[in-house]
Structures are given as C-alpha cells and as structure tokens.
C-alpha cells in the first residue's frame, strides 16, 4: 500500500511538472503539432487549415526555439523536420500539406534551374551535356539496355468509319503478359507518307475515352494526321491486369517509357508512316511522359508538352518521377529535359492556374536561349493563357493543330469552317466501351496476361536481367 501511494505522489508530480512547468531542454521544449500551431496562428495574426489526423500524435521538439520575426521562417523550421509544409492560399491563408519532393517555391526552381544551365554556354557544351544525361536517363529507368521485345503481333479491333476519319483499338505486348492499350485515329484517305502523333494524356478522369481526347486525335486524323492515343499504366484498360493504386509505384514511369518506345516501334513501321514526321502531344502527366520520351527516343521529331513543364514542379506523381530520372547529371529538371528536344520544333502550353503560371518569366527565355545555340529560336514556342486553368480545352488543342500543320506542312484548312475558326463539330464522340480492346468485362484477355504488380515485378526483372 504505501509502494502504491509512493507511485501515485510521483505520477501526479509528474503531472503537475508536465502541465504547468516551464519549458526546458529536459524536456526539449517539446509541444504537440496542434499547440504550436495554435500559437503561431495567435502570434502572427495568420489562418492554418489543418485537419485532427494531420497533426494527430506529432510533436515539435525545441518548438519555442524555432519562432522567428516571420511567419513564413517559423513554419519553415517547424514542419520541414516533421516532413510536412504549407500551401499559401492567400494573405494570412495557409494549408497544411505533406512536403511534397517533386513542388519547389518558385524562386528555388529557377535558382536551380540556373545552377544547371551554368554548366554549358554554346552548342558543343550542351552537346556533351545531352551526351551525358540521355544514357543516364535510360540506366535511371533501368531500360539500358532495353528488355527484348515480344515476337507477338498487335490485336487489332474492326476499323470503324466516321466523318473524314477511322478509329481503330490496338493492344501491344511490350513485356511477356503485359499489354499497352489505344485507340489509332487515321484519316479516311491516305496518299502517300503521312505524319503521326503520339497522344498521351494525363491523369483527367477517364483519360482516352474523355470527349476532349477524342476531340483531339479524331480532329488530327481528319487534318491528315495518324493519332495514336494510349493508356497510362494501371490507368484505363490496364486495369485489367492491375490495381489503381499501382499506378502510384515508381515501375510506373519505366513501363510508361517502355510502352510508348514499343508504339514507336509499330507506327514506324507502318507503310503510311512518314518516320520523318513523328511526334508527341500530351497534357498534364502526359506532358512530362512527353518531354521525357523526346529527350530519350531520336524518333520524336516533334514535342507539345501541354499545361505541364516547370523548372520548380518535377510531376507530383510517380509516373512522372518515381525513377531517378531527376538525378541524373548531376541533378536535371523538366525544363532542361525538355530543352534536349532542340532544334526540333516544340509547343509549350502554359496557363495562369497551375504549376506552369511563370512560364514566360524564366523558363522560356532559357530554351529560347537553349535553341539559340542551333540558331532556331524560332523554332519553339509558348502559348501561354494566363486566365485559364489546368486542361486540355479548346485555347490548348486550337494553338496544337495549328503548330503541328505548320512544322509538318499540313492542310489546316481541312480543319477550318467557312470564317477560318477551328472546327470539331464533325467529330463523332464515342462511348467508353467502343474503344476496349479485350471487350465490355475484359473477357477477351489473352489468358497469358500478367495479373497484378508482384508478378510484373518478376518479369520486369527477368528482362532487364537478360
């Protein structure tokens, strides 16, 4: 009993101290998330939006020790060690956030972005700096050298005929069980060698099957254009053979990489295709699959990444930059890779609402600068709408018809109404299931197709390890 009563004493001194004791380095002037929060929002007269699970169980040590002048600093030194940060909102306004790897402030993404350029002054520099990164690039993505490719033959869907343009699905075998999944636009009649335009797109909800997708490709085709628009991975009819949240694994960006080098392959070597006019287009994530694929691959000879590239922003999504791609050279960002396009021609698309708002302040006058060296300034170009937002909408896709007939000398016209305005009337949009390879429930998967991440890994590995 008196054992007892010893330990209660001490447990209510304890109390006591803990409750109403000043803070000191035996305890690391520690309080809990919520607390210091708290104090900085009375102190500094500011509104943090946080929910309970955000700071539920964290707590900051030596947290009075971090308060300084600003608010900005204070935040700083109290989240950066708990691996969070704000977003600010407005005057006075924050967000709690995770840190997030891939979201720079602006000013840090332009010092970097300087950092790297100061590496090269002329066009052999760069040269040795593009011969230095693009091996990198492929060894980050662990496709050097690339894994053999299947002997299987493309399933193809029934062709169906539209207004000036046929629309096709296609499923190619890339790795052993694993299929990449599209729908081929061509226009009605073809003579001769005609272009092509890789369409990737991004993580807009059902992706190629969107109305503004169709739009686009259906559009390309009746311009004279064979448009090739397929599936991220784990995304559409890859679900079949995956989850969605494998979408979220670093593999992603490889095998994206990988797939879209395979539909090269295929379009190459079409007797329609005209090698010298291939290109890629894709909005969002699909505009960092866009970048990444024209620095890697010779083939591309035209690049339009839309609402996507940004010297402070490296893709907030593991199929964008899972792989180590960023760390190559030294350290490279989406800026400088898209730069690895020039001379060829090149659209960037920017608008006022997204990661890519400052595009004309600093990222663009550095690959003016880059094309510079080859003396093709002209040669890229920037469409920037500053009142508008992150899509792939009429403003974006009218600049890209007209960019693409002008660099692969195309009839605009045939896209045009009476008064000369971009005209997408006669496109027939399509329910999704018109545009499935393995049919309505996915009963037409070959039975060999690889089911589920564990087993992609296996065969992944066996490949590259041939």
Known sequence: MKKLTGILIACFTLLFYTAGAQQTTDGLYKKSLKQVLDEIQDRYHVKIKYTDAQVLDKWVNYAEWRFRPDVD??????????????????????????YEYFRWAVTDGWKELDRIASQYHDKASWEQRKALLKPQLYKALELWPLPAKPA???IITPKRIFDGYTVENIAIEILPGLYINGSLYKPSKIKGKIPVILSPDGHWEHQRYRADCQLRCATLARMGVMAYSYDLFAWGESLLQFKEEDHRRSLAQSIQILGAIRILDYVS???????????ISG???????????????DRIKLSAPVVSVSSYFYGGCPCESGMPVHQCG????????????????????SDGQDWTANMPEHDFPYLKKMYGYYGAENMVENVHLPNEGHDFGPS????????????????????QDKSGNIDESKVTIEKEPAMYVFGDKGEKLPAGAIKGFNQLQKV???????
Request: glycine share 8%.
């Open 73 to 98: 600093t204070t935040l700083v030194n109290v989240l950066t060690p708990l691996d969070l940060k704000v977003n600010k909102e407005g005057p006075g306004r924050y967000k709690l956030k995770e």
């Open 152 to 154: 299987s033959k493309p």
């Open 269 to 279: 070597s079409l007797k329609e295709t005209d090698t010298a006019r291939i290109g």
């Open 283 to 297: 909005g969002s994530g699909g505009g960092s699959h866009t970048v990444l694929m024209t620095a890697l691959d």
């Open 330 to 349: 030294g350290g490279t960002d989406n800026v400088e890779l898209a730069a690895m396009a020039a001379p060829k021609p090149q659209l960037l698309v």
């Open 396 to 415: 974006k896709r009218f600049p890209l018809y007209r960019f693409i007939a002008k660099n692969f000398h195309l009839n605009i016209n045939a896209i």
């Open 460 to 466: 992944f590995a066996a490949a590259i390890n041939k």
